[in-house]
C-alpha cells in the first residue's frame, strides 16, 4: 500500500543509492533503472498534492498535514538538486505553502515540529529568512517535540552561516533523551531520529568529534532490531551518504593476512564459520562490522503476537462458517477480520490478507448488490483511512486513537473461482511505522470442490 509517507520513504534513499552502493557494496551491484524509479515517485506524490501547495496522506481530497507536506517538499528539493524534473508550478505552490504556514500563530508541540520542517526545507532551497531561523531557535529551542526537529533548525541555521546557534541546536539534538512526544504526528521514533541527527550533522560538517560516537551508538542501535520502518531505513542511508564524506583509510588484517578492500566483505562457508575467523583493526579510525544471515524458513511460521492480535474467518452469506476444505467452485464468501492492538499508544495499522490462489476478491459494485454492507449479521465494521482490493490480497490501513478503542473488524467479499487445493498465507497486521509492533495469524489449506 502507498500512502504518500511510504512513497516519500520509499524515493528519498534512492536518490543517493547509487552513491552509498558504489562504496560500500560495490560497483556490480549498483541498480539500473533507479532514475526511472524516482521519477515516477516525483509524479505519484503530485499527484497528492492540492490547489494550495499541500499534500494529502492517501490524495488530494485527505485533509492536509504539516509535517507530510514538509516531508514531501524535502523530497522535491533534493530531488531537483540531483537534476530530477520536478514540474516549476508545484515546486513553487509546495514552497510557498511552507513560507505561508510559518505565520500560523501556534507555537505548541506539534505546530514547533512542523514549523522546523518547514524552515530546514525552505532553507535547502535557499528561500528561508534568517529571522524566523533566529526567532525558533532563540525561543523555542529546547521547546521542540523531539532531536529530529532540534537537528532541523541547526541543519538550516548552518546553512545561513548561524554556526554558533547551528552548533547550540545540534548540541541540544545529540544531549536530547530517547524519549519523544507520542502527540507529535511525523511517522517517527527514536532510531529516525538519532539517524537523521546523523546524516544532518555529517552534512553540516560541524561538531566532527561527535560524528564517530554517534555513528557507533546508531550501529548499535540497528543492530539490536530486527524490523525497521521506511522513515527509518531512508534516513538510515542518507546518513550512510553522508558519512561518505568523512571516510578514513580501511586497514585489516584477517586470519593475520592483510586485507586491503574497502569495505572488505567475507563470506564463509559453513565450515570456516564453524572453525571461527579473526579481523583485527591495524588502522587508527573506527569500523564498523555487520554480521547478516538470509535463509528460508523451513516450516510455515506460526502465528505471532507482538502488540497486535488478528485472526480471519469465511462465512456464508448467510452468516455460517465455511469449512475450508468444502469450499464450492463459484460460492460467494465473506472474508471476516477481527483483532486488536494490544497498547494505548496512538497508531496507525496496516491489515494485509494474501489470498490463497483459486480465490478471488470480489468487487462489490459489480456483484448484483451483495455488499458487505448489506450483510445484517456482520459486526460493526471499522472505519478504514484507506482500502484496496487487489488483485492477491485485501488491503487497509485503520487509525488507532490513543487510548481510544483497540479492537478492529473488517470484511470483504470473495468468489471460489478454481477448483484444487492451496495454500492459505498468514494474514498479517502490523503498525506502519513500529513494523516490530506487529501479528499474524495461521496459515492453513483451501480447498475449492
Request: net charge negative; glycine share 8%; no cysteine.
Amino acid at each position: 500500500v502507498r500512502g504518500k509517507p511510504e512513497t516519500v520513504s520509499r524515493a528519498l534513499p534512492l536518490l543517493y543509492f547509487n552513491q552509498v552502493a558504489e562504496v560500500w557494496v560495490g560497483q556490480d551491484t549498483t541498480e539500473a533503472g533507479l532514475r526511472a524509479r524516482v521519477q515516477e515517485a516525483v509524479e505519484r506524490i503530485l499527484t497528492l498534492q492540492d490547489a494550495n501547495g499541500g499534500f494529502g496522506l492517501w490524495h488530494p481530497d485527505s485533509a492536509i498535514e504539516d509535517w507530510l507536506s514538509a516531508y514531501a517538499m524535502d523530497f522535491l528539493v533534493r530531488a531537483r538538486q540531483e537534476r530530477y524534473l520536478v514540474p516549476e508550478s508545484a515546486y513553487q505552490h509546495g514552497l510557498a505553502r511552507l513560507q505561508e504556514r510559518l505565520n500560523a500563530d501556534e507555537f505548541d508541540g506539534e505546530q514547533l515540529g512542523w514549523r522546523a520542517y518547514n524552515l530546514y526545507v525552505l532553507a535547502q532551497a535557499q528561500k528561508a529568512a534568517v529571522g524566523d531561523l533566529r526567532y525558533l531557535h532563540d525561543n523555542y529551542l529546547q521547546k521542540l517535540p523531539n532531536g529530529f526537529a532540534q537537528a532541523q533548525l541547526g541543519a538550516a541555521l548552518a546553512r545561513y552561516g548561524e554556526l554558533g546557534r547551528a552548533k547550540e541546536a545540534f548540541t541540544a539534538a545529540l544531549n536530547r533523551n530517547a524519549n519523544r512526544s507520542t502527540s507529535v504526528r511525523d511517522y517517527g521514533s527514536p532510531l529516525r531520529d538519532r539517524a537523521a541527527l546523523l546524516a544532518l550533522l555529517a552534512e553540516a560538517g560541524l561538531l566532527p568529534e561527535r560524528v564517530p560516537p554517534l555513528a557507533e551508538e546508531l550501529a548499535v542501535d540497528v543492530g539490536r532490531r530486527a524490523y525497521t520502518s521506511t522513515q527509518e531505513q531512508a534516513w538510515l542511508l542518507l546518513a550512510a551518504q553522508a558519512l561518505l564524506k568523512q571516510r578514513g583509510q580501511l586497514r585489516l588484517a584477517v586470519d593475520g593476512q592483510p586485507a586491503t578492500a574497502d569495505p572488505f566483505y567475507l563470506w564463509p562457508t559453513a565450515e570456516q564459520m564453524a572453525k571461527g575467523t579473526a579481523v583485527a583493526n591495524q588502522g587508527s579510525d573506527p569500523i564498523w562490522t555487520v554480521t547478516s544471515l538470509s535463509g528460508v524458513p523451513t516450516a510455515p511460521q506460526p502465528p505471532a503476537s507482538e502488540g497486535f492480535t488478528i485472526g480471519r474467518r469465511y462465512y456464508t452469506r448467510g452468516g455460517k462458517e465455511v469449512d475450508l476444505g468444502q469450499i464450492r467452485q463459484n460460492e460467494l464468501l465473506v472474508a471476516v477480520i477481527t483483532g486488536e492492538a494490544q497498547g494505548r499508544e496512538k497508531q496507525q495499522a496496516l491489515v494485509v490478507d494474501l489470498l490463497p490462489a483459486g480465490l478471488e476478491i470480489e468487487n462489490a459494485r459489480l456483484a448484483h448488490n451483495a455488499s458487505t454492507a448489506e450483510i445484517a449479521w456482520l459486526p460493526e465494521l471499522t472505519d478504514t483511512l484507506h482500502t484496496e482490493f487487489r488483485d492477491d490480497r485485501f488491503v487497509a490501513a485503520l487509525d488507532m486513537e490513543q487510548g481510544g478503542k483497540r479492537k478492529f473488524a473488517l470484511a470483504y467479499l470473495i468468489r471460489a473461482v478454481t477448483p484444487g487445493a492451496y495454500q492459505q498465507p498468514a494474514i498479517y497486521v502490523e503498525d506502519m511505522y513500529k513494523p516490530w509492533q506487529f501479528g499474524r495469524g495461521a496459515t492453513g489449506i483451501v480447498k475449492v470442490q
